[in-house]
């Protein structure tokens, strides 16, 4: 049954930072090399697909988020015989290595972009987004960057202005010039020839804009901290034709046998599932985001679920994410408990599961020194660095408990600060620890590769009779005609609660429970839930 389905939808997907997870050659910054060394780790989470964020040379201004050529590796994370013996590791342990592909903008040091300044008519002029000052001699519209200030810098060169949604040194390509995107998909074509499994697609619905450039309305329920948010972005963002430009990226990947894509979408549900194809296939998966920043409560929980159950296309494949390098981490965002719990829901839901490095050992934000700030909308933007910067979900991956957590050798200044709680939360102390979050996701991991319930089973919201009717548990069964049924029970509050889900089955085994010690068989009429507390239940 399982070989009906493929890679990308029964695997757990994992982020590395490759700057932040383990520096082989002391230079306080993460490498190919040291991702290598820890692939055994990787292993043992029961990973399938393993995605680097961007890896090629880079003035990192955007920490590599600027490319300035898409078919090579920063010399400071290797080399290309690194990344093909990463490629060729990954694969023999039967996993599989994704990409991140950034097609929105290039660095302004990409060759495109130097003979683009240089006049007027040069040949690449219009494969950037160039237009005279307004009439005051201001940028031409109101858009703005996400990173603070206008989205528009002038470039004395030509006296005209470029567009750029991030920082200045991201100048952004035109979709609308017939070079571009075929330009593109032969950087993708690059990567596919050596072996490469598929890619994440940076901000794949920012790539078109507006034809006629036209001044964003102002957003009546700006909430007055960011200044990005003070605009609507109906010009910027998911802009009509985007689609076809989505599905000739998918036509490539459909080139070749089995490989994916995965979409960054921030968006609505109605208009996320639009990402799948509605005509034609375009992302393999939309990433999911609706996890993050959303109020973690049981009854919400369960209802967002449900939502995007309901908005899924027939043949669109679920996803769930908890994080990534742009959010706060989910240890930091609803409690160490919690974590567990989040984890748990994580595994246990329909879909493939995306899970940012470090969320196996419960790593929190980082609270980074003034002084230590690199990110740049926290840069350019002291006053609510709190809020914008992204440094605090980035550190070093913690190992062990020696000096540099093991991401570096000691004595050496990593790029970002390691935790000050490395000592007490690290991989090599949770190995140790039966009960340890790494365990829990461990067991998680490996029972969703045995049930094909929890795979590629069935969802069904379960409903919890129990007096005060409202308590903060939200469960749910997963079902599949060739293996035992699930109840997966999870406690959002600090409370025990006893609740009735003996309609469901009178009886209960629990396979996994969050703290890793309650086992046993249980009378569903009246099920214990301890605080905090999550269970996996086999029906009986
Ligand atoms: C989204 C990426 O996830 C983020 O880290 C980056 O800064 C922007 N896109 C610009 O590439």
Redesign the pocket.
Known sequence: MQNAYLWWQTGIIYQIYPRSYQDSNGDGIGDLNGIRQRLDHIKSLGVKTIWLSPIYPSPMH?FG?DVADYVDIHPMFGSMADFDALLAEVHNRDMKLILDL?PN?TSDEHEWFKESRRSRDNPKRDWYIWRDPAPDGGPPNNWLSFFGGPAWTFDETTSQYYLHQ?VTQ?PELNYRHPGVLPAMLNNMRFWLDKGVDGFRV??IWLMLKDEQLRDEPTNPDWNGVDPFGSLQHIYTQNVPGIHDIVRQMRGVLDEYDERMMVG?IYLPYDELVSYYGRFQPECHLPFNFHLINYEWDAQKVRGLVEAYEAALPADGWPNWVLG???QRRIASRVGAEQARIANMLLLTLRGTPTTYYGEEIGMENVTIPPEFIQDPPAVNQPEIADVVGRDPERTPMQWDGSANAGFAPAGITTWLPVADDYEQRNVAQQNEDPTSMLNLYRALAHLREEEAALRVGDYSSVETLTEPAEVPIYAYQRTHPDSDSFLIVLNFGGDSHTIDLSHRSPQADIVIATDMQRSGSVALNSLVVNPHEGLVLRLT
């Open positions: 955007d988020y950034v903008h991030f991201q940076d901000v960054e990534n390098h742009d």
